[in-house]
Structures are given as structure tokens and as C-alpha cells.
């Protein structure tokens, strides 16, 4: 039961946490990761595939657990996008559930001074202006009760409980001295996900990228700047999971433009600065940005540009704020490019993460060889159905 289990995990916590590190055969430790997201799982519905992940801390236990439910769509991580979860005050009196932002896509672009906090109170206000309408989804009992204000953790100490707080956009409270019913917790964060549900559908909602690279400008090109060869990741699928099955598709908004457009800018500085610096200022300038070239916007990459020995290089960019890519999505026009220079080793596609801050590039020369050779998968993800006939004209 789910009442019980946050009575224990309260009631054990200072204790625990007086050890230092995390302890993998603790009972509160299984609380956290095992027991209460396997009953959460269960409280999950719809046919969504929710990852539901609990955290005591990364070696060091933290001043508090919490446990989180990732909608797919939206986020895999704390770290980004926004998602429901369960947080206490850190005397472990008060349990919150939220659904906020991840706190750390936000510290890592504005750092840890009080910047972040203005830019997230921003984001905060942008989202809940934006989504008010999404509440009439939730039960009016349940909407009655829930806070559009910072949630309180007592959180003076730490960055990461005032950061939490700062991340709320709606939130329900508790005091554990007066839990409700194990029904009643779970109708609450059942109603919680369909608010979440509509947020995460919802294609007129900006994303929390927009808001966090709305004032964003391209990173500067350092003097010790280089690219890196690709190496590729192992792509673990789960069985039962149909949103690996269909791609995991994604949100998209006006932000992965903004994202895309930064990255595109990052990598044509990039490739200047590198001939320039191989003593190349010829062939720097005759690098285009077709983003900006009127007279071939859209050749099926991105950038022109060269070797230092004058061969030319077909560079497309793909940009994320995170630390990593383990997808991206190609228009029908870049893959036929990248499989028309299959072998001519002049197709690349570079991959540029934490675009945001100290970016790194990863080139994949000719994609299309690395799928021949069977070193990478493509998928078909969507299909565009045209609703007529075709008809050639004159």
C-alpha cells in the first residue's frame, strides 16, 4: 500500500540519510527506486508508456527522496521537460506532488545564481498562462486544491530543493500527519496525469526549451575547438514498450527551430575557425550557411564547406541541449542526399550537444555507409498521406 510505504520512507529517512551514501540493500533505498514507482506503475493509465523513477542520490544520499513519472513524449529525465513528481519538505512532514520542470536544463544554461531562479519563475508564469485552459481535464474537487505557487521545502540550504520549488507550475500538498486515503492519493494523481497528459498532447503548449533558449545566442567558437569522430551508443529496446516500436516520437515546437538554427550558426563558426586555423582563409570564405543562402536554401544539408586539402564537405547539422543524441529525425530530401554520396566520403552529419553551453561535435561521415553496414538502424516513423489523386501539370 502506498499510504504505508510513505509513512516508512518518513518515518526511516534521517536515519538513512545519516549514512552518507546511498546503500542499494536498504530498505528505504527500495522504497524509493523499487516499491513506491511499482505502485505507481500500477496507478498509470491511459496508453501512455510512463517511466516512473524514484532517487535517493548518486552516491551521496540526498536531503531528499523523490520519485518521478516521465511521460516519453515529453522527457526521459529529471533533468528536462516537465513531469509530475512526489517531493518532501526536508523535515519529512510534507509531501508534495508537482508537476514542474526539470530544474537542471535551466542550471545548466543560467548557472546557479539568482538568474536561474528569475529565468525559471519566467518559464513558470509562460507555462501556466498557457495551459490554464487544460485544467477543465481535472476533477474540480482536485483542481479546487491545487497551488499555482512555488511549493515550499524548506529549502534555504540546498540548490536542488529551491530549485524544485522555483519549478512548480501546479502542485497538490500533504502533511503526513493527516495522509489522506490510499483512494484518495491515487484519484489525485491519477487526475494529476491527465492534466499532464493534456499538456504533453497539447500542440499549441511552447515547450520548455523555448523558454529556456528564448535569450539564448550562438555559443562563441573557442581558440581549442575541434570535432570529434562519431562513436556510435548501444540502443537498448524494452519488449513490451510500444513507444520504442513507433519511434518515441516527440513533441515538436517553435524551439527545435531555435535549436536547430543555434546549432546550424555554432558549426558554420566552427568550420571557419578550423581552416582559418589550418591557414585555409581562402576556402573559410566560400563556407555557406544555406539557412541564410537565397539561392540554394534547402540542398539537403546545411552547410558547404571544405577539407584543408580544398575537398568539399556536406555537413548536416543535428543540435540538442542535452549531453547526448540517441535519435534524430532526417526529411526524405537529407536521406536521399546522404545515400546519393554514399562512399565519397563527403556527407556528414554532425551531432552537437549541450548546444546551450560548451557545445561538442560529433561527425558521422557518410550515414547512409553506416546503415548499409549495419552499424546503425533507420526507421520509417511517419507517413504523409496525400488525400487526392495525382495529376501532372503542363
Known amino acids: 500500500m502506498m499510504r504505508e ?12 540519510r545519516s549514512k552518507g551514501t546511498t546503500d542499494k540493500n536498504h530498505r528505504v533505498h527500495n522504497l524509493v527506486l523499487r516499491d513506491i514507482p511499482q505502485v505507481l506503475e500500477t496507478w498509470s493509465t491511459g496508453n501512455t508508456n510512463y517511466l516512473v523513477r524514484g532517487s535517493d542520490g548518486q552516491g551521496n544520499i540526498l536531503r531528499t527522496p523523490w520519485v518521478a513519472t516521465f511521460n516519453p513524449t515529453v522527457t526521459t529525465s529529471a533533468t528536462t521537460g516537465f513531469y509530475p513528481v512526489y517531493l518532501f519538505k526536508d523535515n519529512m512532514k510534507e509531501m508534495v506532488l508537482e508537476l514542474g520542470f526539470g530544474a537542471t536544463q535551466f542550471k545548466e544554461k543560467y548557472g546557479t545564481g539568482q538568474k536561474v531562479f528569475d529565468e525559471i519563475e519566467l518559464a513558470v508564469k509562460g507555462m501556466q498562462a ?6 477543465s481535464v481535472v476533477d474540480p474537487e482536485v483542481r479546487a486544491r491545487i497551488s499555482t505557487l512555488s511549493t515550499s521545502l524548506n529549502s534555504e540550504k540546498d540548490f536542488n530543493l529551491r530549485a524544485y520549488e522555483k519549478c512548480s ?6 502533511k503526513l500527519e493527516n495522509l489522506p486515503t490510499e483512494d484518495s492519493l491515487r484519484f489525485d494523481y491519477q487526475e494529476l496525469l491527465k ?12 515547450s520548455e526549451e523555448e523558454y529556456v533558449i528564448e535569450n539564448t545566442v550562438t555559443p562563441t567558437v573557442s581558440a581549442s575547438v575541434h570535432v570529434n569522430t562519431f562513436v556510435p551508443g548501444v540502443r537498448k529496446i524494452r519488449k513490451s ?5 513507433s519511434g518515441n516520437q516527440k513533441r515538436y515546437s517553435r524551439s527545435s527551430d531555435k535549436v536547430g538554427r543555434i546549432g546550424e550558426e555554432y558549426v558554420f563558426n566552427v568550420e571557419r ?3 582559418i586555423r589550418g591557414g585555409r582563409e581562402d576556402l573559410a570564405e566560400k563556407v555557406i550557411l544555406h539557412r541564410y543562402y537565397a539561392e540554394n536554401r534547402t540542398p539537403g544539408w546545411d552547410i558547404t564547406s571544405y577539407n584543408l586539402d580544398g575537398s568539399i564537405k556536406y555537413i548536416e547539422v543535428k543540435s540538442s541541449v542535452g549531453k547526448a543524441i540517441t535519435n534524430v529525425t532526417l526529411t526524405s530530401n537529407e536521406w536521399r542526399m546522404a545515400s546519393e554520396f554514399k562512399g565519397t566520403n563527403k556527407y556528414h552529419l554532425y551531432l552537437v550537444t549541450k548546444i546551450l553551453k560548451e557545445p561538442e561535435i560529433q561527425d558521422m561521415l557518410d550515414p547512409a555507409s553506416w546503415v548499409d553496414g ?7 516513423d511517419t507517413y504523409l498521406l496525400y488525400l487526392g489523386q495525382r495529376v501532372e501539370e503542363g
Open 5 to 16: 510505504m510513505l509513512f516508512e520512507l518518513a518515518s526511516s529517512w534521517e536515519s538513512y
Open 273 to 275: 575557425e578550423l581552416l
Open 169 to 174: 507550475i501546479y502542485s497538490l500538498t500533504y
Open 195 to 206: 492534466l499532464y497528459e493534456a499538456m504533453a498532447g497539447s500542440v499549441l503548449l511552447p
Open 241 to 245: 514498450s510500444t513507444s520504442e516500436q
Open 374 to 380: 549495419g552499424g546503425l538502424e533507420l526507421i520509417v
Open 130 to 135: 498557457s495551459s490554464k485552459h487544460l485544467l
